[in-house]
Every structure is written in C-alpha cells, then in structure tokens.
C-alpha cells in the first residue's frame, strides 16, 4: 500500500489529464509532432537505492507510469531493447495485480532491427529498436495484436487478475541484470511514451517524471541487512512461531494467503492455517506487483528454531549474460532465478542471482540465511556457500523465483499445480532446508565435510533438520 501512496503523490498532475509536469522533472527530447503540454509518464523507479518496496529483486529495476488513456486513443512505446537478461512491460489493477504483459522475446523488433532476447541472436546488434502498444480495454477474443497489451484481461473475478478499463493505467517496465559494466536502463535509457489517438491523428510525448526528490533508500536497506541479534539464548523455550521446522516452501498464489502463511503456517496455529490456506487461494492471484514471467515459492527462517537456516538445491541452468563474453543469446531450463531474504514490510535486504551462486560438481548450491552477527565463518564464496542476511526481526520471509521456464523443463515452480505439492513437482530443484543451533555449529558440519577448501555436500547423510540443543517447545 506504501506504494500506491508515493504514486499517488507522484502522479497527482497526471490524474488531471495532459497536464505540463511540475517544477523539476526531467524531459526527453520531443517526439515527432510533440505538444509541450503533456502529462507524466515514468514517475517512479523501484529498487534498493531507490523505493525498496513490494518485495523487488535485488538484481532488477522497476520504471511505473500512471498512464492516461482518453477514449479513441492507445499509448505507444519506443525504446531500444537493453543489454540485460530480461525486460518486460506489464499493466496492474488497483489491488496491485498484474493484468497482462508482454516480455523480451515476445517483442517483434523494428523492420532493420534485432531481437538480441531470442535464443541464438547477437546481442550486440546495433540495431535493436521496437515498438509496443498499450490499449485500454480487453484482450480481443481472436487473439492480442502484435506488440500489444491490455489494461483488461476480459476474465470475470474471482478466477483470475482483471480489471475494468479506466482513463488511468499503471504500466510497469522490468530490467532484470543488465550486463557488467552497463547503466541499470541496460545502456539504452527508458522507452520514450506518446499518447496517440487511433486514428493517428494526434501524437502527445509524455515526459519523463522520475523525482529527483525522492530520497536514497539503500543505507536503510544496508543497515537493516546488517542489524539483528547475535547468538540466540539456549535457555529460553522455541516459541514455535515464524515457520515450520524443516522450512516448507509454498507457492505464491496472493497477498492474503501470503500473510496468512506467515502468521499461521506453523505448529502453534497450523490448525487455523489450514481453513485459512484453502479459502485464501479461492481469492483472484496475485498482488505485490507480481511479474507474469515469474512464478515465487516463500519459505520462512524463524529464530524459533536455530540461529542459522541452511537451503540446499540443484541449480536450474540459465543463459549466461553479464560477461561481456556472452554475446549470443544462449538458452537454459529458466530465463533467471534467485532467492532473496526480504523483510515483513516488503524490502529485500539480499539476493543470490543464478549466474553469482557458487555451484558444486553436481550442479548444487548451498545457501545460509542468518543474521550479520550469527554469519558463520564458512558462509563465503570461497568455501562455494553463500549467505544471505536475516535483518532484525525474529522472522523473514525468503524469496525463491523463476522466471520463463522452457517448454521442456517441467520441474519450475510455475508447473507447481497447487499448494502442498511443491517438493513433488521440482524435485531436486526444490531447496531443502536444514536448521542449525548455531553459526559454530555449521562451520564444525562443513569442517567435517572437507572444510572450506574442499567442501562437498554429504549426499549419503545430510544434516538432519532439528530443534536447537536446549530449546523445549512450550508444551
């Protein structure tokens, strides 16, 4: 909701109609047959440096724009496709749904033009111009036009995200990692927007409103990665509260449920968990601004049951896009994941993307989620394990995404039918998780297991998840 107060106020001259921006804002050169009056178009970024809010990814960037779409007109997008691993547009609901989207290798390039985003091409084409649509309405019954996206997707509640057309449209423009050495636009800048009315009769450039105003939010975000307790206190009962223990990951369907898995998804209330897990998921998906192209499964690490919580999986493989090597578009089980230790107010706080985890020779990675002062001493690249920090509060919520599954790997979390059946679906890929009384205590289960040199996940017998020495549940 903290989001849609900063658009509110970001976007207030632009609600009024094609209004000039206020003081301050930041122009683009003028289209072809621009008026000098126009409204806003991009007004916020989202990120870590930024509006860290509604749980983004560390590796992405998020452009909103309140657009306004008068009856008889459209919104046009011009833009270079970024060198990045992803880009996307996507239009939202008020309750912060996703209606309709349209990604990277969906994206017909300008005539002379490449797609560097389709498997195979140059992705350091010159020339890779395009152009999309957003149209106020619904989804054609014969099917979507070329380059285009809806503000409705024609479907009636509760079964799926929809909204009704209104003068006003939120659209979101995603760019996940772009490539090393490049700006977080991915080199190109953002899409230029233009209001043109379908008979093409008038064409209206809206400026760029992005506030200079806003403040930097990435000290709060390093200081609330760094914060939190150090060695818990083995004389105080497990209040058996944060989450389950092993962790269970779920699949997000919607903000409600989300919520209710955080409070009730664990031994002290899972008898209300239950009814609550089923009524919620008969609620319409979606929320937080989620992206179409991912799907999300959320564990949570609870300081109810050991000072350090430790995710082993098998990595999906992606296309490897950041060294500057990389220059044709290659192909994976996933276009990217990561997994992310975020916080119960909607930053994330760290994450671990796919191209930076460190892997063994089976293709596993092993990640530990503690607080900065529990870190234990082989949580480190090195020793080829990864850490992500815990923050302050006595739970979090972490974040697993895919993105763009192939159509021949099955095991992604968006073939995950429905909740409970997780496990079974990904199989190896989905991470199994191990509790540890204390930081000490993982570094002797690695010391063990080859040390930080040699380290090798002892498949035949892993670490058994368990409740920390000393701490007796409530009874």
């Known amino acids: 909701m903290r989001l849609l107060y900063v658009l509110g106020a970001l976007a207030t001259v632009s609600l009024t109609g094609l209004v000039v921006p206020g003081a301050g804002a930041r122009r683009r050169a003028p289209h072809a047959r621009s008026s000098p009056a126009a409204s806003c178009g991009w007004v916020l970024e989202i990120s870590g440096d930024q509006a860290n809010v509604a749980f983004p990814d560390q590796a992405a960037r998020y452009w909103v724009a309140q657009l306004p779409i008068p009856p008889g007109f459209h919104i046009q997008l011009d833009g270079q496709f970024p060198h990045a691993r992803y880009m996307s547009f996507m ?19 300008n005539p002379g033009s490449v797609n560097p985003f389709v498997a195979g091409a140059d992705r350091t084409a010159p020339n890779r111009s395009y152009r999309v649509y957003v149209v106020n309405g619904a989804i054609p019954g014969a099917g979507r036009a070329p380059n285009t996206i809806y503000t409705d997707n024609g479907k009636p509640p509760p079964q799926t995200k929809t909204s009704s057309p209104t003068h006003m449209t939120t659209l979101i423009y995603r760019v996940y990692e772009p490539d090393q050495g490049e700006s977080i636009t991915g080199g190109e800048g953002l899409p230029r927007i233009s209001l043109v009315a379908d008979n093409g009769l008038a064409h209206v450039a809206l400026g760029d409103c992005l506030s200079s105003a806003l403040p930097s939010t990435q000290a709060l975000t390093d ?24 962790p ?6 919607n903000m409600v449920n989300g919520v209710g898995n955080g409070v009730l998804n664990n031994p002290r209330t899972e008898a209300a968990w239950g ?31 050991g000072d350090i919580v430790v995710f082993h999986g098998k990595a999906p493989t992606t296309p490897q896009t950041y060294l500057p090597s990389d220059t044709t578009m290659g192909t994976g089980q996933l276009r990217y994941w990561s997994m992310c230790s975020n916080m119960s107010t909607t930053q994330y706080l760290g994450c671990v993307m796919d191209d ?25 690249p090195a020793c080829g394990i990864e850490w992500l920090p815990k923050g302050p509060l006595p739970s979090a919520p972490i974040i697993l995404r895919n993105m763009v599954p192939a159509p021949t790997f099955t095991q992604a979390i968006q073939d995950v039918p429905a909740q409970g059946q997780e496990q079974a679906t990904l199989g190896p ?18 010391n ?8 090798q996940w002892p498949y035949s017998s892993p670490p058994v998840s368990y409740r920390p020495a000393g701490l007796p549940g409530l009874g």
């Not at 239009?91 to 390039?109: K, L, N």
């Not at 998906?285 to 179409?292: A, S």
């Not at 985890?357 to 001493?377: C, E, M, W």
């Open 356 to 380: 930076g985890v460190k892997l063994d020779s089976q293709g596993y990675y092993t990640i530990v989620i503690s607080t900065a002062a529990n870190r234990p001493a082989v949580a480190r």
């Open 429 to 446: 890929y989905y991470p199994q998780g191990y509790y540890f009384d204390h930081a000490s205590n993982f570094d002797g289960f690695v």
């Open 448 to 455: 063990a297991n080859g040390g930080c040199s040699a380290f």
């Open 248 to 253: 269970v990951w779920l699949k997000y369907t």
């Open 91 to 109: 239009t939202y609901d008020p309750a912060t749904r996703a209606i309709d989207g349209i990604h990277d290798s969906q994206i017909a390039p």
């Open 275 to 305: 009814p609550f897990q089923q009524a919620s998921n008969m609620l319409p998906t979606g929320g937080f601004y989620d992206n179409l192209d991912n799907a999300y499964m959320v564990a949570f690490d609870t300081a109810s049951y």
């Open 223 to 246: 200081e609330l990665a760094a914060a939190g307790t150090g060695a818990g206190s083995d004389s105080l009962p497990s209040a058996e509260l944060g989450g389950q223990d092993p």
